[in-house]
């Protein structure tokens, strides 16, 4: 039976269970049974299985923002910032990595997805994108137009994703994704991270000076 933090318990439980059956094959009973409660315990929470993943969703944007708020803030020059900025999308912390696997297999299955939880995750990229132009404007000699920037960013967080994706989450099976927790630190242990993270801002301050 459940006692302090319900609400807790059951996102963290509901998050073990989506990320072992699926997405989509998991249902609030399947949930329920895993922590052993009635089903009635689960709906004072969440009305529906779709609003217990809007909560995940909106923390971890709630987490990314306060990120990015305080590396705006810091005494980082504009490459420090930059290089932070691509690390924080590959080091996860531990309390946060089963929602970021959750929103990985999400984002694959956006057609399958309900309009409010699409737009949730559209919101997670809009921030991101919103964050490093603030890192770019800010870079000696920078004068391109505020559509210039626009198709530059998209550009640069394109890059950032499908490498991310590449990386860290792509399986050659028929599973695709990883999500499995113990597997992905494996993959990020067999990364030499910072090397690779370095070669990467080179090449978008490159793109971003016309190579100077």
Do not use: C, W
């Not at 949730?120 to 004068?143: T, V």
């Amino acid at each position: 039976m459940l006692k302090e933090g319900k609400k807790e318990q059951i996102l963290e439980a509901a998050k073990d269970v989506l990320l072992k059956k699926g997405i989509f094959k998991t249902r609030v009973e399947d949930i329920t049974t895993y922590l052993g409660i009635a089903k009635g315990s689960f709906y004072t929470y969440f009305k529906s299985k779709d609003q217990l993943l809007e909560e995940i969703i909106d923390r971890v944007y709630e987490i990314r923002e306060t990120e990015l708020e305080e590396l705006l803030k810091s005494d980082s020059n504009y490459e420090e910032r930059i290089k932070i900025f691509i690390i924080k999308r590959f080091v996860i912390s531990s309390d946060n990595l089963k929602s970021h696997l959750i929103l990985i297999n999400l984002t694959r299955n956006l057609e399958h997805l309900t309009p409010v939880l699409r737009e949730k995750l559209l919101q997670i990229e809009i921030l991101n994108r919103k964050f490093l132009k603030e890192i770019i404007k800010n870079i000696p000699n920078i004068n391109y137009s505020e559509d210039e920037m626009n198709t530059i960013i998209i550009f640069i967080m394109g890059g950032i994703k499908s490498y991310r994706l590449e990386r860290l989450f792509y399986k050659n099976t028929d599973d695709y994704f990883i999500s499995d927790i113990d597997e992905f630190r494996e993959r990020l242990r067999n990364i030499n991270l910072e090397k690779e993270v370095e070669l990467v801002v080179s090449g978008i301050l490159k793109l971003l000076t016309g190579g100077n």
